[in-house]
C-alpha cells in the first residue's frame, strides 16, 4: 500500500530472482527497476514431502533518484519450491520498514543476468514474475 495515497500498490511484473548456488552456498539477488536486493544470509532447505524451500535475508538498495520515497532497507523471504520446475516459485516477504507482500516468479531463464536493464532486454524474456505488498496493519 501507497502510504502517501493509501492506495493498493499494484503487482510489479517486472521483478527479476537471480538465484546462484555452488557447491558451498547460494545467494540471491532481486532486480527491479527501482532497486536491487542482495541476499545477506541465504539457504536452501528441503521438506520430508520434496518441496524445497529458498530462505533469505536481503539488504535493499534503491536507485538514488527514489530514496525520497524508498529507503535502503532489509527484508526476509521464503519462496517454496515444489518439485516440479514448471509449478515456479512461490512464497512472501517482510522488511524492516513494516511492509510485506507476496512473491512470484513462473519464466525461467537459464543466462545469468546482473542488472535489471539486462534482463529486460533478454530476447526470450516475458515477465511472469509478480511482487505486491502491504504495509503493517493493512488487509
Not at 56 to 75: I, K, M, Q
Amino acid at each position: 500500500m501507497d502510504p502517501q495515497t493509501g492506495e493498493q500498490i499494484a503487482p510489479d511484473p517486472e521483478v527479476v530472482l537471480v538465484i546462484r548456488q555452488t557447491y558451498w552456498a547460494v545467494s540471491v539477488r532481486l532486480l527491479t527497476k527501482e532497486s536491487k536486493s542482495e541476499s545477506v544470509l541465504a539457504r536452501l532447505e528441503r521438506s520430508p514431502d520434496g518441496v524445497c524451500q529458498l530462505i533469505y535475508v536481503y539488504s535493499n538498495t534503491p536507485r538514488a533518484e527514489v530514496r525520497d520515497r524508498s529507503e535502503l532497507h532489509y527484508g526476509a523471504v521464503v519462496l517454496n519450491a515444489p518439485a516440479s520446475e514448471s509449478a515456479g516459485l512461490e512464497g512472501h516477504y517482510f522488511t524492516d520498514r513494516g511492509t510485506r507482500g507476496s512473491l512470484r516468479f513462473e519464466t525461467r531463464l537459464n543466462e545469468l543476468v546482473e542488472t535489471h536493464h539486462q534482463a529486460m532486454g533478454q530476447r526470450r524474456f516475458s515477465p511472469q514474475a509478480t511482487a505486491s505488498g502491504l504495509r503493517e496493519g493493512d488487509g
